[in-house]
């Protein structure tokens, strides 16, 4: 009887009748069932009704299964009454992989994961090659490892970039703080803040020299802490008084006649309630009248050309203040710098209220050693770099260490005080005058 290729299994069970009947195939088994054209599942016997080569369907297998059982019990029994032996069963021999055949290595990772890192590994020779070459660990060259270590020997080294903190984020719903226009205001400050300048006038001045002037100024710092005003009152008294000055020469006796017309303007023009001109006939014990007093008031406005509308170092310094995101000792320390400013002549006339303020936040972080000294959100919104402030800044150190020793005091002894968290008591930043900023 010919051969059956590939007949599936089938299991077999006696009915009553003595017939077979078949059982369930195993789920397992029909859902790995290869598709009926790929098993060669084709016979060359002829079946009952002599059709050749017919496919092998389940009853037709079944009558397959059940003439081969019955053709190999009746040569069992023929071999058996015969007296064969039976043929020694054969020993199963390991069939040796062929060279050709890929060894599969079992490992946690899937055939996929194994299928990415093999490419990850591989790239390809060139654009019109299918071919693939392992890819080449890149070593620096020699020329980049010496230029590196010269980077790094220098302090060089590149370093990740600063962030630029967003210091009008916490004002977004304050309607005072203007936030749509305010980069544009500040702009427009920096434009307008040299035409407003005053120039200098020592020497058109025969009366009065900068000591005088230091005395003047001194006195009114001490008046408008009396009077309790805001800071804008002070730093606009002062502007229009270094404005007069470059515009008319004044006797020495009316110097102090000068700074109470020019604060009496900014209180008008920054105060809620102004002092009356009577509390400043008083302040200087009378010695001006209420007529002197408003006479000096409309002169220092028509030579100005009531031009007062003018960005004075304070809207600066209220500005750079909040880029430092400082603290309250900061803060103060940077007020205490700036009216040292104010005070000293070569100061004030030298350089733009922009630089003042800059430089007086630049040399309070290096007082109380905030790192890094300069940001880059403080570059961005002052418009300077450290090393533009170099000069103003160590002519600011310089003052704030000759400021114990110094004849006028009440700079000094305002910023010494506990509610100014005694900031003129902090050791000076020497270091600065040491340091060689690079442009």
Not at 193 to 219: F, G, H, T
């Amino acid at each position: 009887m010919a051969s059956i290729a590939n007949v599936p299994q089938v299991d077999k069970v006696e009915g009553n009748d003595g017939g077979i009947k078949q059982k369930n195939v195993a789920a397992g088994q029909g859902r790995n069932r290869k598709a009926l054209n790929d098993i060669g599942n084709l016979v060359t016997v002829r079946d009952v009704e002599t059709k050749p080569q017919r496919p092998i369907t389940r009853s037709f297998g079944a009558r397959l299964l059940a003439a081969n059982a019955q053709v190999a019990g009746d040569n069992k029994k023929k071999l058996q009454v015969a007296g064969v032996p039976k043929p020694p069963a054969k020993r199963a021999v390991p069939t040796k992989a062929k060279a050709s055949v890929e060894v599969i290595e079992i490992s946690p990772d899937t055939e996929e994961v194994k299928n990415e890192k093999q490419k990850e590994k591989l790239v390809p020779q060139n654009e019109n090659s299918a071919g693939y070459k392992k890819k080449k660990k890149k070593v620096p060259s020699m020329t980049a490892l010496l230029t590196a270590r010269s980077k790094a020997a220098c302090g060089l080294s590149n370093k990740p970039k600063e962030e630029i903190a967003d210091i009008d984020a916490s004002d977004i719903d304050n309607e005072l703080a203007v936030v749509e226009y305010v980069e544009d205001i500040y702009k427009y400050y920096k434009e307008a803040e040299d035409e407003c300048r005053p120039r200098e006038y020592m020497d058109s001045q025969p009366d009065i020299n900068e000591k005088m002037r230091a005395i003047l100024v001194d006195w009114l710092i001490e008046v408008h802490s009396r009077f309790e005003l805001v800071p804008e009152a002070l730093y606009l008294t002062i502007n229009l008084v270094d404005r007069f000055l470059s515009i008319k020469a004044i006797p020495r006796r009316e110097l102090q006649l000068v700074g109470i017309g020019a604060m009496l303007i900014a209180c008008k023009y920054e105060e809620i309630w102004a002092p009356e001109v009577n509390d400043f006939v008083a302040i200087c014990e009378r010695a001006y009248n209420n007529e002197q007093i408003l006479k000096m008031e409309k002169a220092i406005l028509g030579k100005l050309e009531w031009y007062i509308t003018v960005p004075t170092p304070y809207v600066f310094l209220s500005r750079y203040i909040k880029a430092s995101i400082p603290e309250n000792d900061m803060e103060n320390l940077v007020y205490f710098l700036a009216e040292l400013a104010l005070m000293n002549y070569h100061c004030s006339i030298s350089f733009s209220p922009s630089m003042i303020a800059a430089s007086a936040v630049l040399v309070a972080r290096h007082t109380l050693f905030k790192t890094p000294a300069w940001t880059e959100t403080l570059r961005i919104h002052t418009g300077f770099s450290e090393s533009q402030l170099n000069k103003c800044a160590k002519m600011l150190v310089s003052l704030h260490e000759t400021a114990p020793g110094h004849k006028l005091q009440t700079v000094y002894k305002k910023y010494s005080q506990a509610e100014k968290y005694a900031v003129a008591l902090c050791s000076p930043a020497l270091s600065l005058n040491s340091i060689s900023f690079n442009g």
